[in-house]
């Protein structure tokens, strides 16, 4: 197990390189592999899996919230989205447009 989640280390480092240190990224990855015993691949593979799932779902969160910002998109001319923000959720015009739009804040999908 520990070459699997020495696997999730590399991937997770590779992610946050620069592209010139990814080439030695890659070598590790590929010894790391090339040492693995048939349990160890199928462990890793189990883990992959998950890690799509993973992927798969916050991708249908991203999804859903788009097709909000789709279904308001025809009244969002007609609506006054500075009092609407104001009087329900006492916060300004551009907060509003942040969370409709999924906006980052500090790192967070709003």
Known sequence: MDKVNR??????LWKQSAEADRSS?????????????DQEV???AV??????DNIHQEVAEIKE???????LEPVLPYLSVSKLSK???????????????????HGKVC
Do not use: A, C, H, P
């Open 7 to 12: 696997f999730f280390e590399l991937k997770e």
């Open 25 to 37: 990224i890659d070598r590790q990855i590929t010894e790391l592999m090339d040492s693995m015993t």
């Open 42 to 44: 199928e462990l890793l």
């Open 47 to 52: 883990g992959v899996q998950n890690d799509f």
């Open 65 to 71: 919230q788009l097709t909000i910002r789709e279904r």
């Open 87 to 105: 009087d329900y959720f006492n916060k300004s015009s551009s907060w509003f447009y942040q969370r409709l739009n999924g906006n980052k804040i």
